[in-house]
């Protein structure tokens, strides 16, 4: 069935004629005769009553009725796939990291958010490991996170540099300490995330290149819960400083004067994928211009 002749349906009720149907539609009375005869075989229903004045039949009367709705639906649908073909609708779907998920992420989409309000977004908060996994199966369209250990089959791009430092409770002897080094650490207890946070690990090899063996008390699997660990004094903690700003009372944060550096967060891509589309082509743009933004750091 095709959807003009419920238009050219319609405008007969509207006028009362076939004629004037046609004459307002610019087609050929023959032509309006034609899609009529058709509508009503692929309907198997009579919808006009032909004679001196047209009457509705009940089939008619139905169809009238529900004929706006359907051609509303398929105006929508049309207007829904030309907003897809131009990618102004659609989903994206973006895998990021924490600290950058609660304290950089959000910051950056409300323009996002005002230029494309048809797209939806769909953000997945997991592991550099598990959102590498994601990236490489296709189920997610980028990640932020920091560069994988297993790169094959993904494109890396960094943006910024996570600073670190040290967290202690203020009744630490620590936190009277002018300046701090790695080793200063040695036999103290130090709270730390899982075993494969990116964050551990770069602190853990820096640690053993200076000589010393990690101490772990506490392991907390959200390095967002380890400032609240450090107040009530289970230990101290070596994070990133964004996501320990502002300070929970009774804590102090310390640079490490020999710590060579945070870690590299950036954009994670499929090798394999392209990106096109209006909407992903300005969210990489919000991306590049908010995350490569210095945030909180404790050198400035």
């Known amino acids: 069935m095709d959807l003009r002749t419920i238009k050219t349906f319609q405008t007969i009720v509207k006028y009362g004629s076939f004629q004037r149907a ?13 899609q009529i005869k058709n509508l009503e075989s692929a309907l198997g229903v009579t919808l006009l009553e032909r004679g001196k004045n047209l009457q509705l039949t009940e089939a008619g009367k139905l169809l009238n009725e529900k004929g706006d709705l359907l051609l509303k639906g398929f105006e929508n649908l049309q207007s829904a796939m030309e907003d897809l073909v131009n990618g102004e609708s659609g989903i994206i779907r973006i895998g990021v990291m924490e600290p950058t998920a609660s304290f ?3 910051q950056i989409l409300p323009p996002f958010k005002k230029k494309f ?17 994601m990236v490489k199966k296709d189920e997610v369209d980028l990640a ?3 560069a994988p250990e297993q790169a094959l ?23 009277e300490k002018e300046t701090i080094c790695l080793k200063d650490l040695e036999n103290e207890q130090l709270l730390a995330t899982s075993s494969f946070c ?16 990690p101490n772990y008390g506490i392991e ?11 107040q009530t004094d289970f230990g101290i903690a070596v994070v990133p400083v964004i996501a320990i700003t502002p300070l929970l009372e009774g804590t102090v944060i310390k640079p490490i004067m020999d710590f060579d550096k945070g870690l590299t967060v950036g954009i ?19 991306l590049h211009q908010g995350l490569k933004k210095p945030v909180n750091s404790l050198t400035e």
Do not use: W
């Open 220 to 230: 907390v699997s959200n390095m967002l819960a380890l400032k609240h660990f450090v």
């Open 22 to 34: 046609a004459e307002e539609l610019k087609y050929a009375q023959s032509t309006v005769t034609t």
């Open 144 to 146: 932020i996170c920091t």
């Open 117 to 133: 309000p048809k797209i939806q977004l769909s953000i997945q908060i997991h592991s550099v490991k598990i959102l590498s996994e």
């Open 268 to 286: 994670m891509r499929n090798e394999e994928r392209s990106y096109q589309g209006k909407a992903m082509e300005y969210l990489l743009e919000l």
């Open 198 to 213: 990116p964050f551990r690990k770069n602190l853990e090899k820096q640690l053993i290149e200076a000589g010393i063996n």
């Open 104 to 106: 950089r992420f959000p």
């Open 153 to 175: 089959g993904t494109i890396f791009e960094p943006l910024f540099t996570e600073e670190v430092a040290l967290l202690t409770p203020d009744s630490h002897y620590l936190s």
